[in-house]
């Protein structure tokens, strides 16, 4: 299972943050700064799998993250998950955040976080893989644009 | 305004500070509360907000959220927009619902009202908004209003596939949070035959939804074996384009075929000769397309055709039984051991130590033994060098144990900081485990003093002691040594502490050697001790004394060093209590006397190694396991008896007739009464446990204790400093409580910034919260003198075992401060006392009678024996007192239930007191185990 998903920038600043185990809302603040000091340390191209940090469990769980050029996506998981295979995830869903956004940077995570969580939602649910493949996820947020859009035509200014 | 701009809710305009990383902390904060502020007035204006400005504020919540900052208002306006019948709306609502959960039950009686609905609605759409938001959320009040509902989405034959596999993971997350409330029914034989399902979406949850089920039920989802293993087949076999849409970098069905081959892990092998057949040329399939040339070079195609290699070799490992599968995947790992990538180096390492484990596969493993020391020696990567340590201990046997000893030692000296204790550990207990000569053995763990003396814990250094004590082959060669490793310039403490027990032990085996003769020992020992802390100091005086009774010629030269003012008056109490018995020692009594007291240590009794039972601590479960199976090793036991475990709670015999003649208070105050086994320091060695019975309970429990003192009482001052005083006040009734806390600001400045948190870490195995605290906030801003109080409601919803956290943050004249305590609430706040007749409790006790049910320990009295005060401690603890239920009049008998919401612990407990031996035996017995073992924890401390 997925406890977590954390993505935030060079700096720290969470850009996305969902837990999929219940926490405070203080520690998982706590939780987003222990797991951005544990993977910041670490250099590029060494290995994507660490052990978590103390907050989120320990050596019970991984973190398994990549680094797109001015953020890092990390995904907590339990020993339940394979690691290439959520190494993966975080590819489709990089890849559809790119698709649905047309060159994907860090201020559309700010601007659309609302659209990001969505696209996210068709990924990943309750902390369980939900659909991993990337033209049925697409076809999914485009169903949904086409909803947003009626709706504003119909109502809309 | 263009329709993508609106929707796109243009933030850098409300909030320029976020896209400017430059601007501080301080103006982000004025910018967010001036935002709150004007968000809350929004929400509470008297003009009815349309669905969009609802929409954009509720979004702005959400990302000030994501900041970090909290949010305690506008739950109601996103449930008001869960119920709009516009998507965007609803959606928005639903989003910021599962992102801030709240426990507000008003609140949550809303949203599942809104949540039923759409589940009714037939609109597919909605129907997954609102599974999304049961799964997300995932409480046990959802589950209880929908667990009934969902696995009849699930299985009904009009159902789309999304609402299907949105139904799959929903059901799968209300299992996973409450087991209870998903009962097993006609719908699994249905569920099993969504293997077969046209859509692969729908397979894949379904496949996690199964493999969570059959772990409890494995019976009612058997049939799932044959259907995963065709599925399997189908995929494996079918030609990268066969899959279209769920081909991922050429290859077919990546996470689906790892999904499928996890649900095989949790079943033994295949029954059916057919099936297994199929299977098995499934896995050699995988091995071969393992060999094949890549069909791309993006590394997306190599991990995913990768992740499946690596999940076939976990089935192969956990099966077991084809020795051709698991040579085959071994030397598959091997070649991922030198690998470029450095993923696959870590992840081969990783399944090889599962692999190091099985009879048929160990020889394999050792022969990569060279790769991985060359793995520990030239990884860049710390997580990389901890598993290629993890499987030399785990490949570690007695044909290579000095080898693999060496290595990790040489690593030791340039090991990263964070793994030391552990490669310690793990050193020490390969040098026992496969000591052929024990000398070497004893050479090892000096050598682990000198290289890495400070991660030397005391579990080392005491076993040490233990087994040379025990081996009389060994103890001239261990006097030996330390002599010599003594005799460098600079010796870490812990050398001193081994060095001066077993030389004050054995000195004698080397004295005939005129370079050690015993003034050249004492000299040498003399000479680290002023250097050394008041522990070592104290170790080395009982050394002295032994000393004395080994060797008389130093009886002079000893006494005058004891005699020295600054050992007689020294501003320690246990150094100058030392010094003033041993020197009367030496002078009143008489040879006999003195060699009867300081008579050499007697064999310890053996048991469990405290250096595999810390590990263990460290590690959870299993990590001891290449010790804890001697399958590898049948010869082990004969040589190496100290590894075979006994009983943590068995207290051997003696463990009452040596307490029999210790003291009533907690530092024994009389010299003849500290017998050669108190000998060193206060805390004793493991062997000491004699002496101190109750210290074995903390083998292993990894539960901390909370604070002690409030355990029978519920008032008191729970914290106190220069600074603050934290009072506490609290009332317990059935499964709810209230407590009332009082910060009270001792300085005559004012604290800003005020915050204290309750924090439940919460069981992490079920993601169930035992408690529900309720706190109200206090003020920010605590006067100089002034005292703020702040009520917490409690509900304990199941058993647990740690107490809630309280942190306390705030800022004194600027700076930060902060602290967390535990706060007094342990289960047996949650008793509720029953009377009962002597029959019924006996027929009760019986009815206890498995040996999990049970707890027991038998302690030293650390107060004295008193009837009536320990009947009130009894009380306090909140079980009834019964009387005439033991026929032993001095003994106590208890019986009372746990309330808890989720259920109720019916407890019988036993307290015999022995004054003549001071001490006490407990017995609970409750029907939840860790509720025992737990309640004799707290309990035992309170006498």
């Known amino acids: 299972m997925i406890q977590a998903i954390l993505v935030f920038n060079n700096h720290g600043k969470p850009r996305l943050v969902r837990f999929y185990q219940r926490f405070p809302e203080e520690i998982q603040q706590q939780i987003v700064r222990e797991t951005f000091h544990l993977v910041l340390k670490r250099d590029d191209n060494i290995c994507n799998f660490l052990e978590g940090g103390s907050l989120i469990g320990g050596s019970d769980y991984k973190l398994i993250y990549r680094h797109y050029a001015t953020l890092y996506f990390v995904f907590c998981v339990d020993s339940s998950e394979s690691e290439l295979g959520i190494l993966d995830l975080i590819q489709v869903f990089v890849e559809t955040l790119d698709k649905c956004f047309e060159n994907v940077c860090e201020l559309d995570l700010i601007f659309h976080m609302d659209k990001v969580h969505y696209i996210l939602q068709e990924v990943v649910m309750g902390g369980m893989v939900l659909e991993t493949n990337m033209n049925e996820i697409v076809a999914q947020i485009e169903a949904q644009n086409r909803l947003e859009k009626s709706e504003v035509s119909v109502l809309g200014p | 305004l263009p329709a993508r701009e609106r929707n796109g809710m243009r933030f850098n305009c409300l909030f320029p500070a976020f896209s400017s990383p430059g601007k501080s902390k301080e103006a982000e904060i004025k910018r967010i509360n001036k935002e709150l502020a004007n968000i809350r007035s929004k929400f509470k204006g008297d003009k009815a907000l349309d669905g969009y400005s609802k929409k954009k504020y509720v979004c702005k919540l959400l990302f000030i959220f ?6 305690d208002f506008g739950h109601m306006e996103a449930v008001n ?10 959606q928005i609502g639903y989003l910021f619902i599962s992102v801030l959960v709240n426990s507000n039950s008003e609140l949550i009686r809303l949203i599942n009202n809104a949540i039923k609905n759409d589940l009714a609605s037939r609109n597919p759409t909605f129907m997954c908004l609102a599974l999304h938001c049961i799964a997300n959320v995932g409480s046990r009040e959802m589950g209880e209003a929908f667990a009934a509902d969902i696995p009849r989405i699930l299985v009904a034959g009009d159902s789309m596939d999304s609402v299907k596999q949105s139904a799959a993971l929903c059901l799968l997350r209300l299992y996973k949070a409450s087991p209870d409330l998903v009962p097993m029914g006609e719908w699994t034989a249905r569920v099993v035959h969504l293997l077969n399902d046209q859509h692969m979406g729908v397979v894949t949850a379904a496949v996690s939804l199964i493999t969570c089920l059959c772990k409890k039920n494995p019976d009612d989802f058997k049939t799932c074996i044959s259907l995963a293993v065709s599925r399997l087949s189908r995929i494996v076999s079918s030609a990268s384009t066969d899959l279209q849409d769920y081909t991922y970098y050429f290859v077919p069905a990546p996470w689906l075929s790892v999904k499928l081959l996890r649900l095989l892990q949790c079943y033994p092998p295949p029954e059916d000769a057919a099936v297994k057949g199929r299977l098995v040329e499934c896995l050699e399939t995988v091995l071969n397309k393992a060999q094949e040339p890549p069909k791309s070079k993006k590394v997306q195609h190599s991990n995913a055709k990768n992740a499946i290699l690596f999940e076939t070799i976990s089935l192969i490992i956990h099966y077991d039984s084809e020795p051709n599968l698991l040579v085959r995947a071994c030397n598959q790992l091997g070649q991922f051991l030198q690998h470029r990538e450095t993923n696959l180096r870590y992840l ?4 090889m130590c599962t692999l190091a484990s099985s009879e048929f596969s160990h020889e394999a493993v050792k022969t990569h033994i060279d790769t991985v020391i060359n793995a520990l020696k030239t990884e860049r990567d710390v997580s990389v060098r901890q598993r290629a340590a993890d499987l030399l201990y785990a490949m570690c046997d007695r044909s290579n144990a000095k080898q693999i000893v060496s290595e990790m030692l040489r690593y030791l000296e340039t090991a990263d900081y964070a793994i030391r204790e552990e490669i310690v550990l793990k050193v020490a207990i390969l040098a026992e485990k496969y000591a052929v000569d024990y000398s070497w053995y004893v050479d090892t763990i000096l050598n682990l003093i000198r290289i890495a003396g400070d991660y030397v814990s005391e579990e080392v250094w005491y076993r040490v002691l233990q087994i040379v004590t025990n081996r009389d082959d060994v103890q001239g060669y261990a006097a030996k040594t330390v002599f010599e490793a003594l005799q460098a310039p600079a010796c870490h403490e812990n050398m001193v502490k081994v060095g001066g027990y077993i030389l004050g032990e054995f000195g004698n085996l080397i004295a005939g050697d005129p370079r050690s003769s015993p003034p050249v020992q004492f000299s040498l020992l003399h000479s680290k001790f002023h250097l050394c802390s008041v522990a070592t100091r104290a170790l080395l005086l009982s050394t002295y004394i032994k000393f004395i009774n080994l060797f008389p010629e130093t009886k002079a030269t000893i006494q005058g060093v004891l005699r020295a003012g600054s050992q007689l008056r020294n501003a320690d109490v246990e150094l100058q209590q030392r010094a003033v018995e041993y020197l009367t020692l030496s002078s009143v009594a008489s040879t006999d006397v003195l060699a009867t007291v300081l008579e050499e240590m007697p064999p310890f009794p053996e ?49 009452w007739a040596i307490g029999a003649w210790g003291p009533p208070g907690a530092t024994p105050s009389h010299l003849l009464l500290r017998t050669p086994s108190e000998l060193g320091c206060r805390e004793p060695p493991g062997g000491r446990l004699l002496r101190r019975p109750s210290y074995q309970g903390g083998n292993g429990d990894s539960s901390p204790p909370p604070p002690p003192r409030f355990v029978c009482k519920n008032n008191g001052v729970l914290f106190e400093n220069q600074l603050l005083q934290i009072g506490v006040k609290s009332e317990f009734r059935q499964n709810l409580g209230r407590m009332y806390l009082f910060y009270g600001n001792k300085t005559s400045v004012q604290f800003q910034n005020f915050s204290p948190t309750v924090v439940h870490p919460g069981d992490l195995q079920t993601h169930i919260l035992p408690l529900a605290v309720q706190t109200k906030r206090v003020a920010a801003q605590v006067d100089g003198g002034a005292q703020v109080q702040q009520v917490l409601n409690i509900e304990c919803l199941r058993d647990f075992l740690t107490p809630p956290l309280l942190s306390v943050r705030f800022r004194y004249g600027g700076a930060p401060q902060s602290l967390t305590l535990k706060l007094p609430v342990t289960i047996n706040k949650f008793f509720q006392p029953t009377e009962m007749a002597a029959q019924d409790f006996f027929q009760r006790w019986k009815q206890l009678s498995l040996p999990q049910q049970e707890a027991q320990k038998i302690f030293k009295a650390n107060h ?14 909140g079980s009834a007192l019964l009387d005439n239920v033991d026929p032993n009049p001095e003994n106590f008998v208890g019986a009372g239930i746990i309330q808890t919401k989720a259920l109720q612990v019916g407890c019988l407990l036993r307290l015999e007191p022995n004054a003549q031996a001071q001490m006490y035996r407990l017995t609970l017995r409750t029907s939840k185990e860790p509720v025992s073992r737990h309640l004799c924890e707290l309990l035992a401390q309170q006498f």
Do not use: C, Q, W
């Open chain 2, 348 to 351: 081969a390492l990783e399944s």
């Open chain 2, 81 to 90: 927009l869960l119920s709009s019948n516009k998507y965007t709306e609803k």
């Open chain 2, 66 to 71: 994501l900041l970090g900052h909290d949010i």
């Open chain 2, 607 to 655: 048991r469990e190694s405290s250096i595999l039972a810390k590990l263990k601590r460290k590690k959870g479960p299993g990590a001891g396991s290449a010790l804890d199976d001697g399958r590898r090793d049948p010869s082990s036991n004969d040589i190496n008896g100290g590894v075979e475990p006994t009983p943590s709670t068995v207290v051997s015999p003696r463990g």
């Open chain 2, 864 to 877: 004295p024996m008193d009837a009536e005060v320990t009947k009130a401690k009894l009380l306090g603890f």
